[in-house]
Nanobody
Framework: QEQLVESGGGLVQTGDSLRLSCAFS????????MGWFRQAPGREREFVAA????????YYADSVKGRFIVSRDDTINEAYLQMNSLKPEDTAVYYC????????????????WGQGTQVAVSS
């Protein structure tokens, strides 16, 4: 059974950086595209970024484009979200997700999810 565990969240100030990690266990990591989503209090879950199999393509929400970078390391079964120039509106629980046949912004099409890691950005 595939499992995803996020880490790296925390409390930072506006303009700071954080790197989130998503550790994957189970079947072959390279068989999955990886997505990052977030959910702020009182709001729906929203797409943040995604990276395809073999890291050939990456996708970003307009709100994070130019500030966040998604990556993956198939040798150690991890995906990452480097978050730079953080803003208070980036405050949310961040989730990673694995999609065997899909990469993109639709959370419903991902197969496995982590439990989330909290990111809080103070002004």
């Amino acid at each position: 059974q595939e499992q995803l565990v996020e880490s790296g969240g925390g409390l930072v100030q506006t303009g700071d950086s954080l790197r989130l990690s998503c550790a994957f266990s189970g079947r072959r990591f390279s068989a999955y595209a990886m997505g990052w989503f977030r959910q702020a209090p009182g709001r729906e879950r929203e797409f943040v970024a995604a990276i395809s199999w073999s890291a050939s393509h990456s996708y970003y929400a307009d709100s994070v484009k130019g500030r966040f970078i998604v990556s993956r390391d198939d040798t150690i079964n991890e995906a990452y979200l480097q978050m730079n120039s953080l803003k208070p509106e980036d405050t949310a629980v961040y989730y990673c997700a694995a999609g065997e046949y899909y990469v993109g912004d639709s959370g419903a099409k991902y197969d496995h999810w982590g439990q989330g890691t909290q990111v809080a950005v103070s002004s």
